[in-house]
């Protein structure tokens, strides 16, 4: 069960959704309470509701949190394999220019996606922004 504050001071207790499952069901962009509908209605457009169980997806506040975790990502990687290039090859600038570069563009667009819907399938799950019934925000 999770706890919640009414706006007028009292509690309510509301049923624990499960997070692993939220996470993973939003990292395949899938509705988090469903796991059928989709999450997306365009790349990055969440539908406003489920088109399969009619949950209200258009609570959540992913904001800059995908793209923040994104760069920090594909950062990681990126620098990694530069690294791990440099050290282990000796190999020409303009393979870098071949093969980093593209990567640099095509990781964040293939991981902003599930990113956000992860995202989405944590706020779900944990009641935050306007998934509280108690507490709708918007
Ligand atoms: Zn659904």
């Known amino acids: 069960m999770s706890v919640t504050i009414k706006t007028d001071g009292t509690t309510a207790a509301l049923p624990k959704r499960p997070l692993y499952k939220a996470l993973t069901r939003g990292w395949r962009c899938k509705c988090p309470a469903c796991g059928e509908g989709k999450l997306f209605s365009a790349y990055l457009k969440v539908n406003d509701i489920c088109p399969t169980c009619g949950e209200e ?6 904001d800059d949190a995908p793209p923040y975790i994104t760069i920090l990502l594909v950062g990681h990687i990126l620098v990694g394999l530069l690294l791990h290039l440099e050290m282990v090859w000796s190999i020409p600038p303009f393979a ?23 995202i989405v399938g944590l706020q779900w799950a944990n009641y935050m922004h306007g998934f509280d019934p108690y507490n709708k925000d918007d």
């Open 96 to 118: 870098y220019l071949l093969t980093l570069v593209p990567l640099a563009v095509v990781l964040p667009l293939l991981l902003l996606p599930p990113i956000k819907g992860a």
């Open 57 to 62: 997806l258009f609570h959540h506040r992913a």
